[in-house]
């Protein structure tokens, strides 16, 4: 399942599970890059190229404190749920859920036998109660059927109760969606007990079958095979069969007008997108790659995929971004539906990745408990990565990391816990959505790959799969899986990653002894510690560069410190500590501008070059570093480098950075060039910059002609959206007939009107703010 945030124009459309903070990346709508955050700076005016500077001030990190909330621990099973067959017809007009259900539950091993079961059933009437023709007495508080047998039920024998039910008014479960005349249903994390008695907590796996009546001219989605429909006089009864096992969370029906486009299959396993009629390209160029992640994820994990088929069907109004329900994803329509200009701000390719990847991971293996809750999000996560280095290659795969890690540390800066944490105020879903989950959970993931490599990290996911297939899993599962497939040790690893909270602190220094050519990097932790986060052992990566070749060694970091070196056969023009950063940690390793500048131009890694951007971000008072993030919004070859790079000198050009040297017609007139980049995601960054900074005269005038040009010419209207409101900053009341002619039109997500009205309201006269309230969305 994936967090959806709908903000309109370029902030936009987070996709995970649930409303809250921010997971991973947002893969269904326009996003801007993440801002820059530029460290406590202390300025140095005596700061040159070869100079380096001293340790930041420490600390570089205050844990925020853990999440609210009270223990859970796992729902004890009183019985097993083997079988499950409803019928069931959604009623607009009270919008109610109507149907039957018949339970085959047998009892456990060694139990003692039970006189009683326990369903769960979420504010319903119950019109009959049985065991065959037999009726059965039966007790309701609103959440829970307590349903007295007629004689007890023992180990290893099997009953049938049939349940007769209705619920109206439905506030969770079914959701009743009146512009598209749509009903669908969400079960995670306890919801399906809304809209279908069931046993409903991830422990018990059974499987089930779905009549589901609807409207002539109307369809029925839900999961596992089509056995078949049949005309009911007025109405049409689809019938679902599921017949291996998962989790009950994962029961869906969704009903509508909906188009069925079959995609080619994979070894004879149909994919099918459902989708409005009129939205049937947007849902080709939405879904287009979902045949070649099927295979990524079937070669990747040595398990090809595991159910009968695979459909992903756009729902209207959806909390989330998308939902993993076992062979039937729903997928939250405007993340998928977008139009081809707004690519690639505008991608769902991570948003089906993700939901693709529960197919294993959530579906086939599942949770057994809400606190282990990463084994089914933080694996969807990492898989989603996988594809986008399969898919566009290792640059990309390297970012995606990034930001991952890059999320954990502002998760902990708000609340730090451990990834698994069974707290909570009132439901569990609020253990998705601190920030540690998706990111975290990825993150250890691509740790253990690295320490492994990639053949024997996938033998061990392939073991840990396979053992656990159409079962349930808690965290120890998966430490002993790969400890079974490596023979290493994992307790330590799984103690300082998983159980316990934060991650590494380090301040790194170097020594390069000239007369000796031996270059010696030392590094000691100085996270805060506490009963949660101690020291981590960690071996990292060291590499450095030099004009005789490449020499890389490993630091081994123990009980908070760690040295090494190696031998050069000439000085090092740049050092790289934890090479393709690899460990999720903060790091002060104090390097010169000109070894930064070095970086910059000759590092192989995009993360090396991402980091010397972000490190020359930190110097605005040096002209060299300036010059080297000029170069590097036109040279550098991937666009995350040159993005950031804009970010950082625009930044220097604006107000907020004072001291800064920039010459302002430098930073302007890069700026300029970089809303010409080849990428839009550049050349949106580069008008949102314009927009920061404070210019005059022929400058000025100068940055309003390009303006205008990116706002009527761009072939990307969110770029032509950021261009119009850095232009109403700059040319304020001026910018208004333009800004009238644009916002009369609102197109898709209104990626032009949104910007343009907050920045009608950051500029404040009577003008402005009377544009900006015409066209501000009603309050809610």
């Known amino acids: 399942m994936k967090l959806t945030f709908l903000a309109g124009a370029a902030s936009l459309l987070v996709l995970a599970c649930t409303p809250a903070t921010t997971p991973s990346r947002i893969p ?54 083997q079988h499950q067959v409803t019928t069931v017809r959604f009623d607009w007009t009270r919008h109610a859920v109507v149907g039957t259900t018949t339970l085959t539950i047998a009892g456990l091993a060694r139990a003692a036998p039970r006189s009683n079961l326990v369903i769960d059933a979420g504010d319903m009437t119950f019109k009959r109660v049985a065991t065959g023709a037999t009726s059965l007495k039966h007790d309701y508080d609103g959440k829970a059927l307590t349903v007295h047998l007629a004689k007890p039920l023992r180990s290893g024998q099997k009953t049938s109760i049939t349940i007769e039910y209705d619920g109206a008014n439905r506030s969770k479960g079914a959701y009743f969606r009146p512009a598209k005349h749509v009903v669908w249903t969400q079960g995670e994390t306890e919801d399906t007990r809304y809209w279908v008695p069931t046993y409903d907590f991830p422990n018990d796996k059974t499987t089930w079958e779905f009549y589901i009546w609807t409207a002539k001219g109307e369809r029925a989605l839900s999961n596992g095979r089509l056995a078949g429909s049949r005309t009911v006089g007025d109405s049409i009864e689809w019938h679902w069969v599921l017949d291996k096992p998962t989790s009950t969370y994962l029961m869906t029906a969704v009903v509508g007008n909906y188009s069925v486009l079959q995609d080619k299959p994979y070894r004879n396993v149909p994919i099918g997108y459902w989708t409005y009629p009129d939205s049937i390209n947007a849902a080709w160029r939405g879904f287009a790659k979902t045949p070649q992640a099927v295979e990524v994820f079937s070669r990747k994990t040595g398990v090809a995929y595991p159910w009968a088929k695979y459909d992903q069907i756009v729902i209207p109004e959806f909390q989330y971004g998308g939902m993993e329900n076992v062979t039937a994803t729903s997928q939250n329509d405007v993340a998928i539906l977008h139009p081809a200009w707004s690519e690639p701000q505008a991608n769902s390719v991570g948003l089906m990745a993700h939901e693709l990847g529960h197919q294993w991971y959530g579906d086939l293996l599942t949770t057994r408990d809400w606190a282990d809750v990463w084994l089914n999000e933080g694996f969807a996560t990492f898989m989603e990565q996988i594809f986008r280095e399969e898919d566009l290659g290792v640059d990309e795969g390297a970012y995606d990391r990034l930001g991952a890690q890059e999320q954990t540390i502002e998760a902990d800066r708000r609340t730090r816990r451990p990834i698994v944490w069974n707290r909570w105020v009132n439901d569990p879903i609020e253990v998705f959505f601190s920030g540690h989950i998706y990111p975290k959970g990825a993150t250890v993931l691509q740790m253990l790959r690295h320490q492994l490599g990639d053949a024997l990290f996938w033998k061990a996911m392939n073991h840990y799969t396979t053992k656990n297939a159409y079962g349930t899993v808690v965290t120890n599962d998966l430490r002993k899986a790969f400890e079974e497939t490596t023979g290493r040790d994992y307790r330590a690893f799984f103690d300082q990653w998983v159980y316990g909270a934060g991650f590494p602190v380090f301040q790194v220094s170097s020594l390069y002894d000239r007369a000796a050519g031996r270059l010696v990097i030392s590094a000691k932790e100085i996270q805060p510690r506490d009963s949660l986060t101690g020291y981590f052992d960690v071996d990292v990566d060291v590499e450095a560069r030099t004009d005789s070749g490449i020499v890389r060694f490993v630091v081994p970091v123990r009980n908070g410190t760690g040295e090494a070196g190696a031998n050069l056969k000439a000085p090092p023009r740049s050092i790289r500590w934890d090479k393709g950063n690899w460990i999720l940690d903060l790091t002060d390793f104090p390097r010169s501008t000109a070894m930064l500048q070095y970086q910059l131009v000759n590092d192989d890694d995009v993360l ?78 580069a008008a949102r910059a314009l927009g920061k900074l404070t210019l005059s005269g022929t400058v000025a005038r100068d940055v309003a002609v390009r303006l205008h040009e990116v706002v009527r010419r761009d072939s990307n209207l969110i770029v032509r959206g950021a261009a119009l409101a ?21 197109v898709w997500q209104s990626v032009i009107r949104a910007p343009a009205i907050n920045a009608l309201k950051a500029v404040g006269t009577p003008e402005a703010l009377e544009l900006a309230q015409q066209y501000s969305p009603p309050a809610q």
Do not use: C
């Open 726 to 746: 850095s232009d109403i900053r700059l040319e304020k009341n001026a910018a208004l007939p333009l800004a009238k002619q644009l916002m009369a039109t609102d």
């Open 28 to 81: 269904g709508i326009p996003q801007p890059n993440p801002p820059l955050v530029l460290p406590p700076f202390r300025m140095d005016t005596s700061l040159t190229p070869d100079r380096v500077p001293t340790f930041r001030e420490t600390p570089l990190i205050l844990w925020g404190p853990p999440p609210e909330g009270v223990a859970h621990a796992e729902r004890v099973r009183m019985y097993d749920l």
């Open 608 to 685: 090396g070059r991402i980091e010397a951007v972000d490190l020359l971000a930190q110097r605005p008072t040096d002209q060299t570093a300036l010059n080297a993030l000029i170069l590097a919004t036109r040279n550098d070859r991937f666009w995350a480098v040159r993005s950031r790079a804009v970010d950082a000198i625009g930044i220097w050009g604006s107000d907020s950075t004072k001291g800064a040297i920039a010459p302002m017609r430098s930073v302007t007139m890069a700026l300029l060039a970089a809303t010409r980049d080849p990428d839009a995601r550049v050349r949106e960054e």
